[in-house]
């Protein structure tokens, strides 16, 4: 897990946290969840760039505080795709998340590994030791 320090955290950050938070401590909070997802190198650029970054943090913070736990979704085909990995061979679309390290999914391989596409559950911290992985910042919620 990514611990995140007030030191990480550019000064580009004071402005963000005069518009959007009430206290630096919530702004931590809203950092320490969100980097829970990141891969470390995407992390590292983000908060490098924190002012540009800013408000993708706060909606992705929205988005995870809305995602079902594992075993909500009813059925596989009605569960709405709230995050979005990919890599070069492979696509993650997460339905569900434990808050921890477990996610639920479908996962899409490129052509070579067909036989693994489906829906299963996965480890994040796996999936975060990709060196090739990233979190999709453009990604909306798909029903």
């Known amino acids: 897990m990514s611990v995140v320090s007030k030191r990480s955290i550019r000064l580009e950050s004071q402005d963000y946290e005069q518009s959007h938070c009430s206290t630096h401590s919530s702004l931590i ?7 829970r997802l990141m891969p470390a190198a995407q992390l590292e650029h983000t908060l490098q760039y924190f002012g540009v970054y800013a408000e993708t ?3 992705l913070c929205s988005i995870v505080k809305e995602m079902p736990r594992l075993g909500d979704t009813v059925t596989v085909r009605d569960a ?4 979005h990995y990919f890599t070069g061979v492979a696509d993650y679309y997460i339905c ?5 390290d477990t996610m639920f999914g479908k996962v899409r ?4 590994y067909p036989a693994e596409n489906g829906y299963q ?3 994040l911290s796996n999936l975060k030791s990709n060196q090739f992985l990233e979190l999709d910042f453009g990604w909306g919620l798909v029903q």
Not at 29 to 35: C, D, G, I, N, Y
Not at 80 to 83: E, I, S
Not at 109 to 112: G, P, V, Y
């Open 109 to 112: 391989f490129k052509a070579h």
């Open 121 to 123: 559950k996965f480890s």
């Open 96 to 100: 569900e998340y434990d808050g921890e």
């Open 29 to 35: 909070k809203m950092l320490t969840l969100v980097s």
């Open 80 to 83: 709405p795709v709230y995050l």
């Open 57 to 59: 943090i706060d909606r």
